[in-house]
């Protein structure tokens, strides 16, 4: 029995490391093309390594406008979802309503609806009210649109919170508003933070949102601007691509990290969608 | 309770409330409206009411049931074929492995997931291409090589959506897979019943939920996959991998039919409420 359990683990290592290696062949070669002067579009090991393509894009053009786009974007509407969604959150989570149960179904129900099919008729509606082409507009959508889960996800986490520090702080006279940012939000710090990097990350890689609501080569997030290395620059600097997508990817890696490692690699998906 | 202290207690809701209102609900709302008129993109002071035309015009458009066959291909190969089964398969094997191979596997297989669409369409481009990984490595392995994005687009795309995809599954699944008791397994061990009838008769009724509420949730995620396509073809060559999504934008922006662009929009938004619908029932006895 032991040898043929030691035989399975084998075998099972051996399939994970075959399907490890195809699916890191895609990675290696942003990572060694990020700095082969000579990058084209197969894994090689660099001729030479250099920093070369990391000069070359670290210009405001090229990264440093469309990064701080990004980071308006995505940290403005983030900002806008966590912040509604505690609030909601919080009624939902602490008071007996009729309602609870019909606006929880709903907001679910809206989870899993494909936001890709309603963009084009939020641009035409965007034209119509003046919010085309905006910044304001872009994040009011997107706050919207990734809002259902920010709410689902925080009234879990805050279902988790015990009631009996909030109702010391009742009897002491503090209001709902005083006892969700006092107590509660600082004792679910964990689970603020999924919201939050959740949301962030959500965005931050979202294509076709920006894609279609602004307009405007200058307001254009990293994640749309990645494709002037395709269009506008004649041929592809494949070396200066795969340093872009290095440099417009490592922050959502690292916040994953970040949030995976502190709850213990779960991630957002147990509080989520038990099933 | 009075009407009042109600009103003040559901206040917190409300700036929430007005967000979805006016920023999803007020688009959906828009979208059927527009889907029953011609409006253009440019040049026409109003659109007028053609009732049903651009559905009926839908159905007799080659290029959109060439859209609707490509995005089921799309889906059932590479949500219900690729990212579900692979997903737990790997979830599977790393009950078993070691370790530092689970850790490994895990951290590529997530970080292909954590990547943003438009990387992930860029580094599948450079793998499928004909000068790129894929054929390099058919060369080595004295194997013919394949222009991939022009002789099998669908395919290549497909792959690429498990590829970036597979990680949810696999997390699911492997939550999943670590609620089943371990005297269950045991016991049916004791009892002689291999691996394959282990999975098939014991683990897959087991986790039958979450397979459903993964079925749903991938199928609705590739549904409306746009970046990842649109950054390896185009919906090319020609419209050999065009998904709804991506005829959807041609129509609406290419050729300016903002109203029949809705239109499919519409058919796509209703095909994603109906496994809403089924999805919330899978999780009704959670709310």
């Known amino acids: 029995m032991p040898r043929a359990r030691v035989s399975r683990r084998l075998a099972a290592d051996v399939c994970l490391l075959v399907a490890a290696v195809a699916f890191a062949l895609p990675l290696a070669w942003v990572l060694l093309s990020s700095v082969d002067a000579h990058a084209d579009l197969r894994v090689k090991v660099p001729h030479g390594l250099t920093l070369g393509n990391f000069h070359a894009i670290l210009t405001p053009d090229i990264t440093y406008t469309p990064l701080l786009n ?30 609870n149960r019909p606006f929880l179904l ?3 129900f809206a989870t899993s609806l494909p936001i890709t099919a309603i963009m084009v008729p939020v641009y035409a509606l965007f034209v119509r009210v003046n919010l085309i082409d905006t910044l304001q507009g872009t994040i009011l959508f997107f706050a919207a649109s990734q809002l259902p889960f920010a709410i689902w996800l925080m009234k879990n986490f805050m279902d988790g919170v015990p009631r009996e520090l909030e109702e ?80 417009y990817s490592t922050p959502v890696i690292s916040l994953y990290v970040l949030v995976a490692r502190r709850l213990g690699g779960g991630f957002a998906l147990g509080g989520a969608m038990k099933g | 309770m009075s009407g009042r202290r109600r009103l003040v207690r559901a206040l917190p809701l409300a700036p929430a409330v007005v967000l979805l209102l006016l920023f999803l609900a007020g688009p959906i709302a828009y979208c059927v409206y527009i889907a029953f008129t011609d409006l253009q993109l440019t040049g026409q002071a109003r659109a007028s009411f053609v009732g049903f035309a651009n559905f009926r015009r839908a159905f007799r458009d080659d290029a959109f049931l060439n859209a609707v066959r490509l995005t089921l291909v799309f889906t059932v190969l590479s949500s219900l074929l690729g990212q579900n089964t692979l997903g737990l398969a790997l979830a599977a094997l790393m009950k078993r492995a ?42 080595w392995l004295h194997l013919p090589r394949q222009n991939w994005l022009f002789t099998l687009p669908v395919l290549a795309v497909s792959f690429a959506n498990v590829w970036r995809g597979t990680a949810f599954s696999m997390l699911v699944y492997s939550a ?29 009724p087991m986790i039958r939920r979450s397979i459903g509420t993964n079925l749903m949730l991938n199928t609705l995620q590739t549904l409306s996959v746009f970046g990842l396509i649109w950054v390896m073809t185009r919906g090319g060559p020609g419209n050999r991998s065009q998904t709804l999504p991506l005829f959807m934008y041609e129509q609406a922006f290419q050729n300016s039919m903002i109203g029949y662009g809705t239109a499919v929009a519409l058919l796509l938004l209703l095909v994603g409420a109906l496994f809403s619908v089924v999805y919330l029932r899978l999780l009704r006895t959670e709310v």
């Open chain 1, 106 to 108: 709903s907001i679910l």
């Open chain 2, 176 to 204: 999943a897979l670590d609620g089943i008791p371990a005297e269950i397994t045991e016991a049916a061990e004791v009892d002689g019943a291999g691996g394959w009838r282990r999975m098939w008769h014991i683990t897959l």
């Open chain 1, 168 to 247: 010391a702080a009742w009897t002491d006279g503090a209001n709902a508003l005083q006892s969700l940012v006092r107590i509660v939000l600082p004792l679910m710090g964990p689970g603020l933070a999924v919201v939050t990097v959740f949301s962030f990350v959500m965005m931050w890689g979202s294509f076709f949102v920006p894609f279609m609501l602004l307009l405007t080569p200058d307001q254009m997030p990293a994640s749309v601007s990645v494709n002037d290395f395709f269009g506008n620059r004649g041929m592809v600097a494949y070396g200066q691509l795969a340093a872009f997508s290095v440099i």
């Open chain 2, 98 to 139: 070691s370790k530092p191979v689970r850790t490994l596997t895990g951290g590529v297989v997530v970080t292909a997931w954590v990547l943003p669409e438009v990387v992930a369409g860029f580094l599948l481009y450079a793998f499928f291409r004909r000068e790129g990984t894929l054929n390099a490595i058919l060369d």
């Open chain 1, 70 to 99: 990004s980071l308006i974007l995505c940290g403005g509407a983030t900002a806008l979802t966590v912040g509604c969604a505690a609030l909601a959150a919080y009624p939902l989570s602490r008071f007996r309503s009729r309602l």
